[in-house]
């Protein structure tokens, strides 16, 4: 009877060295394979696409000011697409939120820029 739990216990062990073993020698043939080289990400109609005011720094206040009020404007588009996709009931709350947003927007970008309406 004592002879049983010391049988288990042995194969415990040797399982247990035997898995040490087999992860240290797949690490170690896994590292030492060179692997290919990562390929170069393309999307098509990307590189001679983009209009040239893209790659352009705003420098003067005004063309910081439009580009900022153009980003707010898009972002409180995006803010209202959602809203109408809201039942019925929420969508006078969720409109109302995201104009209050958009105007508190404008109003940290009429700060920081100036106002060039």
């Not at 087999?22 to 001679?48: C, H, N, Y």
């Amino acid at each position: 009877m004592n002879r049983y739990p010391s049988q288990v216990l042995g194969s415990v062990v040797r399982l247990v060295i035997f898995g040490f073993s087999l992860t240290f020698v797949t690490t170690t043939s896994f590292a030492q394979r060179e692997l290919p080289p990562i390929p170069a990400i393309v999307w098509p109609g990307t590189a001679d696409s983009d209009p040239a005011r893209w790659s352009e720094e705003d420098i003067t206040p005004e063309q910081k000011f439009k580009t900022a009020r153009a980003e707010a404007l898009a972002a409180h588009q995006d803010a209202q697409n959602a809203c109408k996709s809201m039942p019925i009931e929420d969508q006078r709350i969720c409109l109302a939120q995201a104009r209050v947003v958009f105007e508190s927007e404008m109003n940290d970008i009429r700060q920081r820029f100036g106002d060039f309406r």
